[in-house]
């Protein structure tokens, strides 16, 4: 099972916060993980770090890291290698082409390996217009 985890801007520096999604009266807040304890008499008081972000900039994990071991976001723009293994080894497809397979002529080992690079994201990055 993945990890149920999120990210937005913050409100007060634009810096992408990460944690746990809370949304309350149409406002998004991430609490972070660091929690502390504080002792109160006979009463113990948990308080979480929580900063408040724009909610249009929430996104959740996906599950994914790129190549380089980075959580991939909803919003995250991915460039993606398709690596193809065979019996004569890997060779990776130009990005432009992909084969199907028609009817298979090698041992069943055949398969493809995604490879993941985080190049940007929605909120941040210009997308080229085409």
């Not at 937005?8 to 304890?37: M, P, T, V």
């Not at 770090?49 to 723009?77: A, N």
């Not at 993606?80 to 199907?100: C, D, H, L, M």
Request: net charge negative.
């Amino acid at each position: 099972m993945r990890p149920i985890k999120f990210r937005g801007k913050r409100k007060d520096n634009s810096e992408w916060a990460y944690g746990y999604l809370f949304e309350i009266d149409n406002r998004a807040f991430i609490l972070g993980k660091e929690c502390c304890i504080v002792k109160s008499g006979d009463n113990d008081a948990y308080i979480n770090h929580f900063v408040e972000v724009v909610p249009e900039t929430v996104g959740q994990f996906t599950g994914r890291k790129s190549k380089s071991g980075v959580d991939i976001y909803e919003g995250d723009i991915v460039k993606i290698t398709v690596k193809t293994y065979n019996p004569a080894g890997v060779q990776p497809n130009p990005p432009e082409y992909r084969s199907w397979i028609s009817e298979i002529t090698w041992p069943f080992y055949y398969h493809e390996e995604y490879v993941y690079e985080v190049i940007g994201n929605i909120h941040e990055t210009e997308l080229p217009k085409d």
